[in-house]
Every structure is written in C-alpha cells, then in structure tokens.
C-alpha cells in the first residue's frame, strides 16, 4: 500500500461517495416510471436536477485534481472513475428525457427488469463509494455489478427480440428500442465505474 498523504485525499471520497449517492437515488427516481399512473414528467426534471446535481460534482472533482499536488490514487484513474459515475447519471436522465418527449407509451414488462437491475447495480455502486477510502472489501462489488451487468444484457437481448416481433408497429418498436438502448447504456456505465474502482484497488494492494 502506498504511503499517502491526508488532507486533501478526503475531499476526493466525500466527493465520490456523494456520486455514489446521487447515482442511486437517480435510479430510485427512474424506477418510478415503472407505476402506470406515474407523472413522468415529474420524474423527467427530478432527473434533469439530480444529472445537474452529478455534473456539479464531477466539476468540483476535477477542480480538486487540477489544483492537488498529492492524489490519493493516480490522477488518471481518478479522472476515468469521475467521468464513468457521471456517465450513469446522464444515460438515466436522457432515457427519462426521450420517454417524455416521444411520448412513449406502456413499458414492457422486460423494461421493468432493466430498471430493477439498474437499481440494484446503483445501490452496490453507491455503497463502494463509500468503502473507497479504505478500499476495504471491494472485490464482492465488482464482480456483483459485472454480473448484474451480464444479467442486463441478457435482458436487453431478450427485451430487443420481442421488440422485433411484429407485436409492435414500427413507430411504438422505434420508441421502445430507444429507451431499451438508453436503460441498457446506463447498465454499461454502471459496469465502467465497476472496472475504475477495480483498477485502482489492483494498483493500490
């Protein structure tokens, strides 16, 4: 473990553990879509806040990278795990965006298995965050956020095959494809975080 020099080191995990926080209540707030009488516009700009509020963060991190002259980890694992967090956010908040916008109708069910998936991937991820400053116990978080990934896939495959089986007319299909795509690419970001935090955990043992 390498030597490491506080106090600058804690404004970075109190940074990334608010990430981590803001990820997971982003997917609380999307998972709300899943109610047929939601008011999806209302989930629409509570996630329009919490990409704002995930922007915000990701700035104040890399402000404290420019202006730090001791990282807790290197610098470009650090950028790499900023931007993936802020990456998870922005592909919740555009899904969210474009259901309101094209006027999506009913989600399928499989949609509702994206969004369950998501949120477990999200609650893991927020509760890493907080472990990052120790980087205790690290290892159980990737490799279950690698696996939610898998089973998100899967999901996304069977949800695409369904899509294109003549069940749906070609606008409502077009629709659906792109929120699936818009579900399954925050379950890629999701994924990427994993692999930052595990990055840093090899080079940090």
């Known amino acids: 473990m390498r030597f490491r020099i506080t106090p600058r080191d804690n404004a970075f995990f109190d940074m990334f553990t608010e990430a981590g926080r803001n990820i997971a209540d982003s997917a609380d707030i999307l ?6 009488n939601a008011n999806r516009e209302a989930i629409a700009r509570q996630l329009r806040e919490r990409e704002h ?5 990701t700035h104040r991190i890399m402000r404290q990278l420019n202006t730090s002259f001791v990282t807790p980890f290197d610098r470009e694992d650090i950028y790499r795990l900023a931007s993936a967090l802020d990456d998870v956010v922005d592909a919740m908040e555009a899904a969210a965006d474009f259901i309101v916008l094209a006027d999506v109708g009913k989600l399928p069910a ?3 298995e994206q969004l369950t998936l998501l949120a477990r991937a999200s609650q893991e991820t927020a509760d890493a965050m907080g472990r990052l400053k ?7 978080y990737w490799i279950e956020v690698n696996r939610l990934e898998n089973e998100a896939d899967r999901v996304y495959r069977k949800l695409l095959s369904r899509l294109f089986s003549g069940d749906y007319d070609a606008l409502t299909m077009v629709k659906l494809r792109e929120v ?3 579900f399954e690419e925050a379950a890629d970001a ?6 930052a935090v595990e990055t840093i955990a090899v080079k940090e043992s």
Do not use: R
């Open 31 to 36: 998972a709300g879509l899943l109610d047929p």
């Open 180 to 182: 699936a795509d818009g």
């Open 134 to 140: 120790t980087l205790a116990d690290l290892e159980p």
């Open 110 to 112: 499989l949609m509702g």
């Open 53 to 57: 509020a995930g922007d915000a963060v």
């Open 190 to 195: 999701l994924e990427h975080v994993a692999h």
